[in-house]
């Protein structure tokens, strides 16, 4: 069974950064397109960015470009995002999961998510 662990959240002043990291167990990660999502309170869940199994391409959403970057250690089977200029917008939980990319967009593989990581953007 996938299992994926996230951390790396916390409370951040606008401007700041933070660095999440998912850690990925149960799955043959090194062939695995990953994404991360958000949810905010009272919103269902988005797409903020994914990267494919060998690195060689990145995707991200329209509010994200140019201040989260995504990453992959397939080595350590983890996942990771650096989030530069946060906002208070950007306040979520944070997931990621395995994907497929069809029908025009990365669809989360596993019905199973993480417990995610809390980012708050406050000052």
């Known amino acids: 069974q996938v299992q994926l662990v996230e951390s790396g959240g916390g409370l951040v002043q606008p401007g700041g950064s933070l660095r999440l990291s998912c850690v990925v167990s149960?799955?043959?990660?090194?062939?695995?397109?990953m994404s991360w999502y958000r949810q905010a309170p009272g919103k269902e869940r988005e797409f903020v960015a994914a990267i494919t199994w060998n690195s060689g391409s990145t995707d991200y959403a329209d509010s994200v470009k140019g201040r989260f970057t995504i990453s992959r250690d397939n080595a350590k089977m983890t996942v990771s995002l650096q989030m530069n200029s946060l906002k208070p917008e950007d306040t979520a939980v944070y997931y990621c999961?395995?994907?497929?990319?069809?029908?025009?967009?990365?669809?989360?593989?596993?019905?199973?998510w993480g417990q995610g990581t809390q980012v708050t953007v406050s000052s």
């Open positions: 999961n395995q994907v497929s990319f069809f029908n025009g967009a990365w669809n989360a593989i596993n019905d199973y």
């Open positions: 149960g799955s043959f990660f090194s062939i695995d397109d």
